[in-house]
């Protein structure tokens, strides 16, 4: 193997690590991000639902009595 053979082992070699490192490097940014989201997000005191909006209506006593309680899809709309 000649100056020229052993040139191109080594362009390849330089290609083949830069190209894989493109690849790579993006699938490391999201597993890093993820891990970090996964050990930063807060810690829930038991309940695992959202807490109610702040002008929600607490009941039937509430300002529409009777009306059956609002959630779900459009729930905003009347």
Same mark, same amino acid.
């Given at each position: 193997?000649?100056?020229?053979? !052993?040139?191109?082992?080594?362009? $390849? !070699?330089?290609?083949?690590?830069?190209?894989?490192?493109? $690849?790579?490097?993006? $699938?490391?940014?999201?597993? $890093?991000?993820?891990?970090?989201?996964? !050990?930063?997000? @807060?810690? /829930?005191?038991? /309940?695992? +639902? @959202?807490?109610?909006?702040?002008?929600?209506?607490? +009941? @039937?006593?509430?300002?529409?009595?009777?009306?059956? @309680?609002?959630? +779900?899809?459009?729930?905003?709309?009347?």
């Amino acid at each position: 193997m000649g100056a020229a053979g !052993v040139g191109l082992l080594v362009t $390849l !070699v330089i290609f083949v690590a830069v190209f894989v490192t493109f $690849l790579l490097a993006p $699938l490391l940014a999201l597993l $890093l991000g993820y891990l970090g989201y996964v !050990v930063m997000r @807060p810690r /829930s005191s038991g /309940s695992s +639902g @959202p807490a109610p909006a702040a002008g929600a209506a607490a +009941g @039937p006593d509430a300002a529409g009595a009777g009306d059956p @309680p609002v959630h +779900g899809f459009g729930a905003g709309a009347r």
